[in-house]
C-alpha cells in the first residue's frame, strides 16, 4: 500500500499542491498513525491484546492543508472509518441522545457510544468548533467513552485546544474535555502555511455575469479547484430549523441565489450560514425587482452577514452588481449592498480577509 509520505509526494509531482515543510511533518505524524492503526487490526484478528493508537488533533489557519492531510489519511484505512464535519456529527450525536432518553434508558450516552463503536474504529472530524452548550456539556464524556472502546479519534481545528468554548456558558463544566485532548492526544499545531485557497482567489476573479455557459464554466472550476470537487452532507440547526448546504467541503460552501435566498430565511440564519463558512459561492443571482422583492431583502441581509464576517464571495449574476436592482422597494437602499458586493471584489478586501 502507497504510504502517505509517497501519496504526498505525488501530489507534489502532479503539481496539484506545493510541498510545505510544515505539512510534509504532519503527513508523517499521520503515516505513523496510519501503521498503528492497520498493525492494531490484524492483532484483533489474531486475538492479541492491542493498545488504542493515540488519537490526534490538529489545529491552524484556515487553508493550511490540515483537512486535505486528514482526508488522505482516511483513506489509505482498511479498517472501519468514518469522516464527517464535527457539526453534522454532533448533530447526529444529540438526535440519537433524545432517541436513547425516550426509551427512559439510564444513561443515555450508552447506546449512543455502543452504537458509534459497533460501526467504526477511526473517528475523523473537521473544524471542531463548540458554540451550542447542550455539546460542551457532553463531549468530554463522549469522547473518553469512545476511546476507552478502542475508537482511535482525528480532529482538526482551526484553534488550539485551550481556547476551545472561550468565554462560553458555564465552561468550568467544559474543561475536562479540553484535559482530555491535552493527555490522550497528539496535539500538533500546522503555521506559517499560506492558505492556498486564499491565494488562489485574491489572484483570479470571484464575481461573474452575465448568466451563461462561460461563467457557469468557471464557477465550476473555482469549486473544483477549491474543494477537489467533492462534497460532504453538510447541515446546520438554527433553533430548532435545519439548513442544508446543497454543497459544502472545507469550510467552503456552494448555494444557488433561489437555495439560499427563495427560503424563509432570517438575519439570524444567515449569519450561522457566513460563521459556517471561509467561501461562499452563490450560483444564479438574477435580475432583482418588485416580482422577487422578499428575495431581494434577503440577499441585501446576506451580503451584510458575508461583508462583516469578512468571508470570500464568489457569485455569478445577471449583471453588475450596481444594475441589479434598479426598480421597486428597497432600490435606493440597495445602492450600498451594491457597494459592498464591489468592495469583496477588491484585491484589497480579498488579502485582508
Known amino acids: 500500500m502507497q504510504s502517505l509520505v509517497d501519496k504526498y509526494n505525488q501530489n507534489v509531482s502532479l503539481g496539484k499542491i506545493q510541498r510545505e515543510k510544515e505539512q510534509e511533518d504532519l503527513v508523517i505524524k499521520f503515516d505513523t498513525l496510519r501503521i498503528a492503526v492497520e498493525q492494531n487490526r490484524r492483532k484483533i484478528l489474531f486475538s492479541k491484546s492491542a493498545l488504542t493508537p493515540k488519537s490526534i488533533y490538529v489545529w491552524g489557519g484556515v487553508g493550511c492543508g490540515k483537512s486535505m492531510i486528514m482526508d488522505m489519511f482516511v483513506q489509505s484505512l482498511t479498517v472501519g472509518v468514518r469522516r464527517l464535519h464535527f457539526h453534522s456529527f454532533m448533530q447526529e450525536v ?26 467504526v474504529k477511526v473517528l475523523a472530524l473537521d473544524e471542531l468548533q463548540i458554540k451550542d452548550i447542550a455539546d460542551a456539556m457532553i ?20 484553534r488550539p485546544p485551550i481556547d476551545l468554548y472561550k468565554n462560553g456558558l458555564n465552561r468550568d463544566l467544559f474543561l475536562p474535555f479540553i484535559r482530555l485532548i491535552e493527555a490522550k492526544f497528539d496535539v500538533l499545531e500546522v503555521s506559517g502555511v499560506k492558505d492556498y485557497r486564499q491565494s488562489f482567489i485574491s489572484g483570479d476573479q470571484v464575481y461573474f455575469y452575465p448568466l451563461n455557459l462561460e461563467s457557469a464554466k468557471r464557477m465550476d472550476i473555482i469549486w473544483a479547484t477549491l474543494t477537489g470537487n467533492s462534497a460532504d452532507d453538510f447541515i446546520l440547526s438554527f433553533k430548532g430549523r435545519e439548513i442544508r448546504f446543497p454543497f459544502y467541503k472545507d469550510g467552503v460552501g456552494r448555494f444557488d441565489f433561489f437555495e439560499i435566498c427563495g427560503q424563509m430565511l ?34 441585501v441581509t446576506l451580503i451584510d452577514a458575508a461583508y462583516e464576517a469578512k468571508i470570500s464571495l464568489i ?5 453588475e452588481p450596481e444594475m441589479l436592482y434598479t426598480e421597486g422597494e428597497g432600490s435606493f437602499e440597495f445602492e450600498r449592498t451594491a457597494s459592498r458586493l464591489k468592495e469583496m471584489q477588491s484585491k484589497d478586501w480579498l488579502n485582508v480577509i
Open 266 to 299: 432570517g438575519p439570524g440564519d444567515y449569519l450561522a450560514i457566513v460563521d459556517a463558512v471561509r467561501v461562499l459561492m452563490v450560483d444564479n443571482i438574477p435580475q432583482l425587482s418588485r416580482s422577487n422583492f422578499n428575495e431581494a431583502k434577503r440577499f
Open 139 to 158: 463531549v468530554g464524556r463522549l469522547f473518553e467513552a469512545l476511546m476507552k472502546k478502542g475508537v482511535t479519534v482525528v480532529i482538526t481545528s482551526n
Open 315 to 319: 457569485c455569478s449574476a445577471a449583471t
Open 94 to 119: 444529540q438526535s440519537s441522545l433524545n432517541l436513547a432518553r425516550q426509551g427512559k434508558v439510564k444513561d443515555a450516552l450508552v447506546p449512543v457510544v455502543k452504537k458509534i463503536t459497533n460501526e
